[in-house]
């Protein structure tokens, strides 16, 4: 399958090794990539924040970018989940009936990573190896926007050698919010605190989840405190193998 | 007073149009007037952020609300998780609030005939001002000086009490925590447990230093701490003459009102007194009995986690021989039909108060409910008090003092927990933002120039709009590698990321982007 990857410009610009190890993993599985190079940001930011006419430049923008890919994945709960659940409702709110068709359109063709491997691709074992102890966070996008349930722990229970440990009150948020973290920060830190709490209390090793953003926050967190526990996305742990380990 | 000032919701809607919202019935009203600043309780005096922080270091506080909001989640998780059309009865409530909003007149006006028909007085009231005034005269013609009072959030909201005393009338709240709350000479924090920032100890060092007869060997249990208060309110219910109520909703379509309530306090002031006065909200009436079946389903299971709430109190007009001789009925906009104009923000007026949002809300369970300054506070209360008051910052120039409102929309992380709890499914997280949306309007008109923030998100669109521009802004931000040389993380940032690198490393930005990595290595590929 030709699959078209919107690698989010918080992993473009930061974690780029999100995006190569879903690139990895797409192609040991036998699928063709291809990066629409116009991309650039799907606009969260800027609708979250109070400033819907400056996304509804960025919304145009992506909806020209990605309009003629079959499917399209992102390696992020919280962008496919504003792709699939802003994106319509911003053009229609500006009046733009023609836009919020085209981007109903895309929407439905977008998916987060682990929805697009067990619900398109129809794989639970993807063939990964990973020898550590891991807790996954479900980021509150994948969980209460996208409705991910458990695939990305059907995944992640598939991956061998690897010991995966319940995280306490997994479902609450982690304090991110985008610039919620930033204006109100001690609620945000206050928030973060407990989930770390939960985190180093299971033993694991690593922290993962499938939003680069959520975990930018945790592992900030965890690496301020000198905490033992470190934090890896989703899809680095399914591009794992035993002859090239991550 | 005449009904036709109010702010039909049929007419004088130029967002939406009358076509949309059913015809109108009524009068020449327009769209009602935002609450006003300087009365009641919808205001917050302080920006969130600057409340969140105190309140966060109060860790005995932190402790309260984590335990009392664990237990209601666990309640309210294990009631639901018993019905298995639990999500056909929230869709339910959710239509038949949505088709009762679209002609609210046409109920209204049907509850006034009705609760008229049936003996009672029905009073409109445009504000809280107008609302303390009119139960202010009810209770003077009375000749009494006291009233009792049942747990109302509408009389809070007005700050009914406040308006009484004023007047030369003590108001007695029944509620035991309500009780709480007036002998601590404090402010509620919760819409349903309004003292649930204080534990079992601080209430029993509270009952004993407040209540002249109640024995010093007190224990800091429940059942003696409600037996205290109950021992204490006897003697003020069985004087009482006047006593005041919200009502949790009403029915139009034989002017009923109802109460629903654990304690039967309630229904002591509901059947004791000879006059009645009830405080409620437009949005609170239902058209038929029919949909009291899906709301009293819904609304105990979502507040205390029980299947069914001990007392429901169900009251119509006045009968002869049994209960009070003399109905009022006050009917309250202040900002309700301000809220109703917009055809999207209105949902918050579905609410049903049943505090659900705020007991599985991160932010609320961190920061309790005086954070929020207006007695709606969490989840919920973040929309609806700026809806109700509008946007506008600062001093309101009446002698008021501030409003902080606006800030209230920016406090949650929009993780949605809210509207998977809701009974009535009102989507909070895309109010919030759409309130974030009219926040940064109001600010920009108020201030002509753009904030820093206004600026940067407009740069920040412009460069993303482009990927050329786009690419160019990562290669100069990789200049901040130099700064995370030797940890690969940031630990200070310039302000305002400062606020991030407080608690929080920064990554630092990788040798490669993405894109180059992409170009690099599928030099064939689109
Ligand atoms: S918004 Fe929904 S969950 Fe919150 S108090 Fe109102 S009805 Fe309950």
């Known amino acids: ?246 | 007073m005449s009904r036709a000032f109010l702010g039909i919701p049929a007419i004088g809607v130029p967002a939406a149009g009358p076509a949309a919202l059913g015809a109108p019935t009524v009068g020449v009203p327009t769209v009602g007037a935002a609450a006003p600043p300087g009365v009641g309780h919808l205001h917050a005096s302080r920006p969130f952020p600057a409340a969140a922080r105190d309140a966060l270091a109060d860790p005995q506080l932190r402790r309260n609300l984590g335990h009392a909001t664990g237990v209601i989640r666990a309640k309210r998780a294990a009631a639901v998780a018993e019905l298995d059309d639990w999500e056909q009865l929230r869709l339910a409530g959710e239509a038949i609030k949505r088709s009762t909003m679209a002609s609210l007149d046409t109920h209204l006006v049907r509850l006034e005939a009705e609760v008229t028909a049936r003996g009672g007085t029905v009073h409109w009231a445009r504000d809280a001002r107008e609302a303390n005034a009119i139960v202010t005269g009810l209770v003077r013609s009375t000749g009494a000086d006291e009233v009792v009072k049942v747990k109302s959030m509408a009389t809070q909201e007005i700050g009914l009490n406040e308006a009484l005393a004023a007047a030369g009338i003590t108001a007695v709240e029944t509620d035991l925590a309500e009780l709480i709350i007036q002998l601590g000479e404090d402010r509620p924090s919760h819409i349903l447990v309004p003292a649930i920032h204080r534990n079992r100890g601080e209430i029993r060092d509270l009952f004993l230093r407040t209540m002249p007869d109640v024995d010093p060997q007190l224990a800091a249990e429940p059942r003696q701490l409600a037996m205290a208060a109950r021992a204490h309110l006897r003697r003020t219910f069985l004087r009482a003459r006047v006593a005041v109520s919200g009502a949790n909703l009403a029915i139009a379509e034989t002017g009923t009102l109802a109460v629903v309530e654990s304690e039967g306090n309630g229904r002591m002031c509901l059947t004791l007194p000879d006059t009645l006065i009830t405080v409620m909200g437009i949005e609170k009436v239902l058209p038929s009995w029919s949909d009291l079946e899906v709301f009293l389903q819904l609304l105990p299971r979502s507040s205390t986690g029980e299947r069914m709430n001990p007392y429901t109190s169900l009251w119509t007009g006045v009968t002869p021989g049994d209960g009070p001789r003399a109905f009022h009925l006050v009917l309250l906009d202040n900002g309700r039909t301000a809220a109703l104009a917009d055809r999207v923000g209105r949902d918050a007026l579905h609410c049903i108060r049943c505090s659900a949002c705020l007991n599985v809300c991160p932010v609320y369970e961190r920061t309790g409910g005086h954070a929020y300054g207006s007695i709606y506070p969490g989840p919920i209360g973040a929309v609806l008090s700026p809806q109700l008051t509008g946007l506008h910052r600062g001093s309101d120039g009446g002698g008021g003092g501030a409003t902080f409102n606006a800030s209230l929309p920016f406090a949650s992380s929009l993780c949605g927990a809210c509207f998977d709890a809701c009974p009535v499914r009102i989507d909070i997280p895309s109010l919030l933002v759409r309130l974030r949306a009219a926040a940064v309007d109001a600010a920009r008109d108020a201030q002509r120039l753009p904030t820093p923030e206004a600026l940067s998100m407009a740069a920040a669109a412009h460069v993303m709009s482009s990927p050329a521009r786009f690419a160019a802004a990562e290669s100069a931000s990789r200049l901040a590698r130099l700064a995370g040389r030797r940890t690969g993380r940031l630990s200070a940032l310039p302000w305002p990321l400062s606020a991030w690198t407080a608690t929080r490393d920064a990554p630092r930005p990788p040798a490669e982007t993405f894109r180059q990595w992409w170009s690099r290595t599928h030099p064939d590929r689109p």
């Open chain 1, 1 to 246: 399958m030709r699959i078209a990857l919107f690698v989010t410009c918080l992993v473009d610009a930061l974690y780029p090794r999100v995006g190569q190890a879903t690139v990895t993993l797409l192609e040991r599985l036998g699928h063709e990539v291809v990066f629409p190079a116009g991309q650039t940001c799907c606009g969260q930011m800027h609708v979250n924040s109070g400033y819907p006419r400056e996304a509804l430049t960025l919304v145009r923008h992506h909806v020209d970018v990605f309009e003629d890919a079959e499917v399209i994945v992102a390696p992020s709960g919280s962008c496919a989940g504003s792709v699939r659940h802003q994106h319509a409702a911003l053009a229609r709110d500006a009046g733009d009936d023609a836009l919020a068709v085209r981007a109903d359109a895309v929407a439905a063709r977008t998916v987060e990573l682990s929805e697009l491997l067990v619900d398109v691709l129809g794989v639970e074992d993807v063939g990964a190896y990973y020898p550590h102890r891991v807790t996954y966070h479900p980021t509150c996008h994948s969980l209460r926007v996208l409705r991910v349930g458990d695939r990305p722990l059907r995944l992640l229970r598939r991956v061998a050698g690897m010991t995966l440990l319940e995280l306490p009150e997994a479902a609450t948020c982690c304090g991110f919010g985008g610039t919620f973290a930033v204006k109100n920060a001690a609620t945000s830190t206050a928030m973060l605190a407990d989930k770390m709490r939960h985190i180093v209390g299971t033993g694991a090793e690593v922290a993962t989840a499938g939003d680069a953003s959520c975990l930018m926050h945790i592992g900030g967190g965890l690496s301020r405190l000198g905490a033992p526990t470190r934090t890896v996305h989703l899809a680095e742990i399914l591009a794992s193998t035993a002859a090239a380990p991550s």
